[in-house]
């Protein structure tokens, strides 16, 4: 399994994700002591990664050569954008701001858990893209569209009724107004059930401001107490789990 070195990621990027990588690393060196070194992995070759079936860009840290770093595991190396490197690396650089997540104890990292938690940090992440200078509204309506087509024809019978409400409210909290309407429209009249949630989350997502993290963090409870995710809900703080990941590589 090749790791590729943040030199390396460098020298590929533009502006925008240059400047983001500067910022994790001074954020990185304020929380925990030691600027993180941020480095690329094929998912692929990942041994609990490489099983997923469909498209997944993420990030863990874990300790490499005795040193504290930040995987960025992408999808295929194929097609590598410094947007989606810039956008991997934004959610860890909203764990050092402050944003926190709820996992769910019986079935860690389960399709619901990261749903719930890409659908409320979407909207600051993409915040703090454009902030430093990327424009990330191509893919976020690339995916808008491509959900209006998906669930363009009506189903006898709902399948996984929460995961598409919470995944289709990402998109429609994200993407621009016209593709916004059709994408009601499509649900709307082909998913009443689905429907149904996805009003529920947006009435929800407009009595909080996103970009706060205390008010994100209530808005996530919110919903799962709303939408009765049931119980086995508890907070994650990232930042301190990196904290912790540095001071054992030091022993």
């Keep these: 399994m090749k790791l590729y070195k943040e030199i390396s990621i460098r020298k590929h990027a533009d502006e925008p994700t240059l400047a983001m990588l500067d910022l994790w690393r001074s954020l990185s060196e304020h929380k925990t002591g030691v600027p993180i070194e941020v ?13 997923f079936r469909g498209e997944l860009n993420t990030a863990y840290p874990s300790v490499h050569d005795g040193k504290p770093i930040l995987v960025l ?16 690396l934004g ?46 509204d191509d893919e976020i309506d690339s995916r808008a569209l491509h959900n209006i087509k998906l669930f363009a024809t009506k189903v006898k019978s709902e399948k996984n009724i929460m995961a598409n409400a919470l995944m289709l409210a990402d ?71 990196l904290i912790s990941l540095v001071e054992k590589s030091r022993k």
Excluded at 111 to 133: D, F, T, W
Aim: overall charge positive; glycine content about 4%; some cysteine.
């Design 39 to 51: 480095m690329v992995g094929n998912r692929r070759e990942h041994k609990q990664l490489g099983s």
């Design 91 to 136: 959610h860890w650089v909203l764990n050092l701001q402050g944003f926190h997540s709820f996992n769910y104890r019986p079935s860690k990292n389960s399709n619901i858990e990261i749903l719930l938690n890409s659908m409320a940090s979407h909207v600051p992440l993409y915040a703090l893209q454009r902030s430093l200078g990327h424009k990330p």
């Design 171 to 241: 998109d429609i909290m994200n993407c621009s107004s016209g593709n916004r309407t059709s994408l009601l429209n499509v649900i709307n009249r082909n998913y009443s059930k689905t429907s149904k949630y996805i009003k529920e989350i947006m009435n929800l997502g407009s009595t909080f401001d996103l970009l706060f993290p205390d008010q994100n963090l209530a808005f996530r409870k919110k919903i799962i107490e709303q939408l009765d995710l049931s119980k086995n809900w508890y907070e994650v703080r990232n930042s301190e789990s």
């Design 73 to 88: 595991w992408m999808d295929s190396f194929s097609n590598v954008k410094p947007l989606i490197i810039a956008h991997e």
